[in-house]
């Protein structure tokens, strides 16, 4: 198998999800298409399983483990989160014990629902410590190790999120995904190339947590020297992927944003849609708005909602304001 | 037609509502089953048309008038809050303008779609004031009062959600309403007992708006003498109805819910869920939890989810404490 992940892979990993992983209901919010002057269909990846869609990359790789009867006695990972949840119920789904390595300011409840699903964890003041442990844990034997973002097998069954959503979207102009690692946004750009090669692929991520930012600026991957503080912790990674990386500037646009921006959409979003919606995937409808404004009116974005695992801390830091004084009007009825 | 509403009227209000209303979700949580011990499934209408049930009854109410060639040239309504959307929503569907009477104490975010949908709103400082005031508004000429609960077109409406529920789910043993004006929890009545005759049918109110518990004691309609201060503002109402009291004596169990537990059953449906979903049907879930404890495990419970208009105050005062911490959990698995 190459190392480059091509269409392929997320067809193959969409054969193998199939009965696996829930086939989630495309949303939008007739109010919110007005404002916009578009049409904006919103994939609730909220509603799958583990409330994340980070199940499809972790499930694929066990799959495709099993596929070569290569299923280890162990497994290990590392996560900010969700995809600690997602290795737990997948590794639980074959029977075998799994290890999760993350930081002491991991989610509570997000770390409540890992150990609901039968893993250990063990929680490092950072996440490069708790990266290198991993790694030092990965070569004990009969173990694997599962990444989060930076393979091939994650790649692929993250993109089957984006290729079910353009399947069941007639026609999208413009698909927006948040970047943390890059898995969901990389797995995205290459199931919308082959599916709707004309749409624009847009990427975003916290201001405070601007790797990907300064990485395609400066041509290389850049790394945050320290935890990011941000409301969106799903993309609060350190850094982006050798796999991934390549695949993220091929993006037709990329955007940064702050802080009350992401409690202003999550609010909203939960509002409008009814869903429970981590500020993670929220914050990427800055980008929406931003592409809406400059954007001849009438037209179609997709939107990876990539999942709903908020903490009460989060919540009550999200509710803090009343944003939903402010509404997000863009254009005017005629 | 007669006053008393029989189970014929919901499947009239069917027939008149179809198309026109979303055929909403049933959703449940494998890790909320195993927890109580019983499957539950929930009615989401947090996702109808205008983010609660009140669509249902007030579209009924309109369709019966345009059968008979009674439509209006203005409509008047009082409600704190989802029935104000609803009937602002439901006149423009019929382009007849719309006034709503209401109290200050108002969910901002519901007054701001009310006007939203292009009604006009009036205030006053409390409810029995506000109902007064419609009282004298709906003797005009040409004009049409449509009651928030206590009609037999409202009643009928809101029990297609439950017949909706009934359809879909395969067997159902108790049913649980949350209960303002009782229109909701009526309809709910009348559907169960013909669709599942052999089910409990179980109201719910706030223990600060415990006008129906009180009645129910009493043997007759009691009203609150000031405005209740309750995070379910959706049964906030004073006082049930002549037509909902007497289908509402009919209820296997009522309970009365303190605050504390309205704002835990909030916070852990939203996370559990992934629904953005109102304190007024969340509330609910204590009584199921009351149920779950005392019945023998194994049966199948639906809750009907009324709504998810949510102000930010609300939002703040839900998420204050962290409920999260303490998992909902009555049984361990063997």
Redesign the interface.
Known sequence: MSEIVDFSDISKAMERLAGKVKRTPIMESS?LNRWMGHRILFKAE??QTI?AFKIRGALNFLCRLEEEGKLPKHIVANSSGNHAQAVAYAAAQFGIPATIYTTESVS??KA?ATE?YGATIKRFATRPEADAAVAVAAQAEDTVWIPPFNHQDIIAGQGTAALEALEDAEQVDAIFAPCGGGGLLSGTLIAAREKAPEALVIGAEPANANDASQSLQAGEIVALSSTPNTLADGAATPAVGELTFPIIQQLDDFYEVDEVQIAYWT?WL??L????IEPTCAMTMAAVASWAINTPPGQTALVMISG??????S??AI???????Q?PIITTEE
Chains 1, 2 share one sequence.
């Not at 849609?273 to 429970?276: A, D, E, M, T």
């Open positions: 109010l909220c509603l409330g509570p409840i409540a609901g609010q939960q509002h849609l009814k869903l429970h709903g695992n908020i903490s009460q801390l919540m009550q509710w803090e304001h009343d944003y939903l004084l509404p």
